[in-house]
């Protein structure tokens, strides 16, 4: 078994390697934009145009970052399709994702004004702060349409393996976000205004990209062939439920991400400051990593789909291998050279002095969060949601609450991070042991088929 294991390893390295760079380089660039939007309003004099940045962005993280199911599953059914050498599948997979994620666009839009006003009642922050917030939380919203069709768009071009679309995409979503900014917060001095406008326009901007794109690569009459098969019944409950079960995980994440900076920012705006830039590398490094996550998806889809399931153990280890090192890479730059990595976004020494006792927590959350995204993308490719259900909804409420409660309860801020960690760290221990237990299945299967074979 061990040298099959090598020979299937050494089969895959070079399309893995291939895939993954182009999915890191795309990924990174959306942190980074955003660390663009955090160094321009950083050097601004009022501390309080970033601060509400970092405050309206907690509904973003709900509103778009949870709604990258859209992008996840389309992937995984793209890649099963794809794999099964089903051409109208390919399709069909795309065209169910964009119709629900028009009609969910066109919900967020008719009700923009309630979801503000609910979420600026949750939140804590000054006047100053949330004033600053809702002004990003007002520009930035119009562009919901345009970020949830290019979640579709982004995941149906991975599970096609067409990697270097994605790449433009996000360089045009990212590059011109970095241009608007520039022009809207400095220039013309719009503030927190700007950098959601400049936001919600990059996103139009790579969308027409996209649909360029999609008009080069299919056959339109193929697409006209195929609609009245979207709205087919049990197809549409079947995406549907995988998408739900997706949705839940990115949102107990989401979830635990916005109690722990809703929570800093109870405690003072110097902490919300603090802990939302040291969250901005978390990102950084989280997006960096979810490179590799989205090339393991489609990986493990495209192999299901064509039944080679031994290959999908050596892709996990290899998987884990290389996000990893990423992971500490970006949690040690940050303890050794903290006053140079944050004296690039704010130019506030106070914050840059305060900063460095927090930054040890990055190790373990980075390392632990690396490895739970690889078996999180294991799942999301066999389209196995129910599994990533249970384990977002049992460590978050059994695991994070109790914990963040007593940060709460006490007023401290390392408990905060820890409730951070210890999240992490069940997603880990849970979905390891049902990899475990989900591969002796597919180990049988295995066995099953060869004994079959005359």
Known sequence: MSAINQNQLRSFLPRFYRLATVSVLSNM???????????????????KQLAGVILASILFDYLYRILKFLRNSTNAMTAQAVGQDDRDG??????????????????????????????????SGTQDTEMAGVAYFNARIWGA??????????GWFLGREKNGTVLLISAVANGSN?????????????????????????????????????????????CKQLLPQVLEPQALQSAVTLKANILI?????????????????????ELLTENGLLLQIALLSQFTIQGIGMTTQTLIGNFQGKGELNKLMPLMTTAIINSLPIALMFA???????????????????????????????????????????????????KAGAVLRNASLIAFFLVFLPVVTSAWYLGSVDLLWLALTVYMFALVIYLGWQMLKMQRSLSQQISTSLETVP
Request: hydrophobic share 60%.
């Open 332 to 382: 040690l730059a940050c303890l050794l050279f903290p006053q140079t990595l944050f004296g690039l976004l704010t130019s506030h020494q106070e914050i840059n002095q305060e900063i460095t006792q927090y930054t040890v927590w990055l190790l373990p959350l980075l390392s632990l969060t690396a490895i739970a995204f690889m078996l999180e993308a294991y799942f999301i490719g066999l």
């Open 29 to 47: 660039m959306v942190p980074l934009a955003g660390l663009c939007d955090t160094a321009f309003l950083g050097h601004l004099s009022d501390l």
């Open 249 to 269: 995980r990115f949102l107990t994440l989401i979830s635990a991400y916005a109690i722990f900076t809703n929570l800093s920012a109870g405690i003072s705006t």
């Open 90 to 123: 390919v399709l069909l997979a795309g065209l169910r994702s964009s119709l629900i994620a028009i009609a969910i666009a066109l919900v967020i839009l008719l009700l923009q004004y309630p979801i503000q006003k609910l979420g600026f009642f949750i939140l």
């Open 178 to 222: 970095v241009l608007l900014d520039y022009l809207m917060i400095l220039r013309w001095g719009w503030a927190s205004m700007g950098a959601g406008l400049a936001t919600a326009l990059s996103q139009y901007l790579a969308l027409l990209v996209g649909l360029i794109a999609i008009a080069m690569t299919i056959n339109w009459q193929d």
């Open 145 to 154: 349409p345009a970020v949830l069709l290019n979640f579709v768009l982004i």
